[in-house]
């Protein structure tokens, strides 16, 4: 089992950075990769970014391409997001996810989080 929580958002201008963690732990965490992803009010969840514990392998979403950062804390088992040049439609509830890195790609996790609000005011 491998419990995942976020913490990290908030209200923020846009142009404004956040930094979101999430702190996982159970005897398996290190065998997934982790990944995170994000609801806005009315649409579905979408994939955000993924890598796995190495850091051999990251991916992200077209629309977060060179602003968002995926990064990991082996030591600490916590994965983080840097969200920087934040906009408006970033705005949503963000969740961190673990799972096989191929799946997390398609929005498919083995485990998640209950999830961070993240507010961009224009």
């Known amino acids: 089992q491998v419990q995942l929580v976020e913490s990290g958002g908030g209200l923020v201008q846009a142009g404004g950075s956040l930094r979101l963690s999430c702190a996982a732990s159970?005897?398996?965490?290190?065998?997934?990769?982790m990944g995170w992803f994000r609801q806005a009010p009315g649409k579905e969840r979408e994939f955000v970014a993924v890598?796995?514990?190495?850091?051999?392998?990251?991916y992200y979403a077209d629309s977060v391409k060179g602003r968002f950062t995926i990064s990991t804390d082996n030591a600490k088992n916590t994965v983080r997001l840097q969200l920087n040049s934040l906009k408006p439609e970033d705005t949503a509830v963000y969740y961190c996810?673990?799972?096989?890195?191929?799946?997390?790609?398609?929005?498919?996790?083995?485990?998640w989080g209950q999830g961070t609000q993240v507010t961009v005011s224009s």
């Open positions: 890598m796995s514990w190495s850091g051999s392998n990251t």
């Open positions: 159970g005897r398996t965490v290190n065998n997934y990769a």
């Open positions: 996810a673990a799972g096989l890195i191929s799946r997390l790609q398609c929005g498919q996790g083995y485990y």
